[in-house]
């Protein structure tokens, strides 16, 4: 039998998390035949509703759960780990700033990324979904100079799995047939979901849709709202569909995409003109734990300005966080 693979998931007793852990568990993320152990952290005061989800995890009786740890400690929680969800993040309070609540994250970001410094395995592979995204992976990145930046990246495959649907539905494809797919940016209303090189069935969807207008107004606001009308409509943020989406993004990571071209959020290496180090949403291909970038893709003059605005957000983030890592 498989040697089981510790994964930590932070916000444990959340709503993504809850919708998240037994998946996990089941083997929905590595495999029918790869047992877990389950690292679980929180806060303090939610460690009587952790418990209450580790019971839960008991009273499913799977098979692949070979053991789980609940703790309010990050160097606990992240001790030997392989894989980590970094789900918990300090919400938009009422009245609370843009700033405050990049400083607020940052102060979380950078003890959990100094945790995972002195704690996990050296290639280990964390993807962080607490927002704002793209900025917390940075500053964990940052903050745990002892790891590779290839450990690090921030989920962007809910936006790309909500492009994929919308599509789908607009060209009458399958959306498992849709592929070429990219979101380019910041997991924020500002990232660009392109689909100028996107195919289905081997025809290009600019084929099928043919309709830049529809893009511009009523495809690419749509998108960038998405997670604002599920709120609306639930009460309450997408959860499942989060919890889903951070699923498909590891998974294709550590397991493989099999040379399907997905979005992910890592440190760029200076391609497409983005400054080296800031987390950016891109096509990629991945296998092993590894992600090959997809290169040299022609911007056009619509497309480039999108970019330049999601780039450019990312850089303000990164300034107003900049005094807060050492
Ligand atoms: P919840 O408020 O239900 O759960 C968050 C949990 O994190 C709580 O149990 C809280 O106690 C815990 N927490 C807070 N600070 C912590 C810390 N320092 N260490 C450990 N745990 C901590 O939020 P939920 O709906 O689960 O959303 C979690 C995060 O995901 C939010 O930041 C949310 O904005 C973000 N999202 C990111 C998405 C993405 O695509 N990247 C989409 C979905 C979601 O909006």
């Known amino acids: 039998a498989k040697s089981p693979v510790r994964i930590a998931v932070t916000g444990a007793a959340g709503q993504i998390a809850y919708a998240l852990i037994f998946r996990i568990a089941s083997g929905a993320l590595l495999g029918p035949d790869q047992p877990v152990i389950l690292h679980l952290l929180d806060?303090?005061?939610?460690?009587?509703?952790?418990?209450?989800?580790?019971?839960?995890?008991?009273?499913?009786?799977?098979?692949?759960?070979?053991?789980?740890?609940?703790?309010?400690?990050?160097?606990?929680?992240?001790?030997d780990i392989d894989i980590g969800f970094l789900v918990g993040a300090r919400p938009r309070g009422k009245g609370m700033e843009r700033k405050d609540l990049l400083g607020a994250n940052a102060e979380i970001f950078t003890v959990q990324g100094r945790a995972l410094n002195d704690a996990a395995k050296r290639d280990v592979r964390v993807l962080v979904v607490g927002n704002p995204a793209n900025t917390n992976a940075y500053i964990a990145m940052k903050s745990a100079p002892d790891l590779s930046p290839d450990c690090f990246s921030a989920m962007i495959r809910l936006d790309h799995n909500r492009a994929a649907s919308m599509l789908a539905a607009k060209a009458g494809v399958n959306v498992g047939d849709i592929e070429k797919l990219i979101i380019w940016g910041n997991h924020s209303p500002t990232m660009y979901p392109d689909w100028r090189?996107?195919?289905?069935?081997?025809?290009?969807?600019?084929?099928?849709?043919?309709?830049?207008?529809?893009?511009?107004?009523?495809?690419?606001?749509?998108?960038?709202?998405?997670?604002?009308?599920?709120?609306?409509?639930?009460g309450a943020s997408s959860a499942a569909?989060?919890?889903?989406?951070?699923?498909?993004?590891?998974?294709?990571?550590?397991?493989?995409?099999?040379?399907?071209?997905?979005?992910?959020?890592?440190?760029?290496d200076g391609g497409y003109g983005v400054p080296?180090?800031?987390?950016?949403?891109?096509?990629?291909?991945?296998?092993?734990?590894?992600?090959?970038?997809?290169?040299?893709?022609?911007?056009?003059?619509?497309?480039?300005s999108r970019f330049e605005i999601t780039l450019n957000e990312l850089k303000e983030e990164r300034a107003a966080i900049a005094h807060l890592l050492k």
Request: net charge negative.
């Open 276 to 304: 080296e180090g800031i987390m950016f949403g891109v096509p990629v291909t991945a296998s092993g734990g590894k992600v090959t970038r997809i290169r040299d893709l022609a911007l056009d003059e619509f497309a480039r």
């Open 241 to 268: 569909s989060a919890a889903n989406a951070a699923i498909d993004q590891v998974r294709d990571w550590v397991v493989g995409s099999n040379g399907r071209w997905v979005s992910m959020a890592v440190a760029s």
């Open 197 to 234: 090189f996107a195919e289905a069935g081997g025809r290009k969807l600019a084929e099928l849709v043919g309709d830049e207008a529809w893009n511009r107004e009523t495809f690419i606001p749509t998108i960038g709202k998405r997670g604002a009308a599920v709120i609306e409509a639930r």
């Open 43 to 79: 806060l303090p005061q939610m460690q009587g509703a952790l418990g209450g989800v580790m019971m839960e995890l008991e009273d499913c009786a799977f098979p692949l759960l070979a053991g789980m740890v609940a703790t309010d400690d990050p160097k606990t929680a992240f001790k």
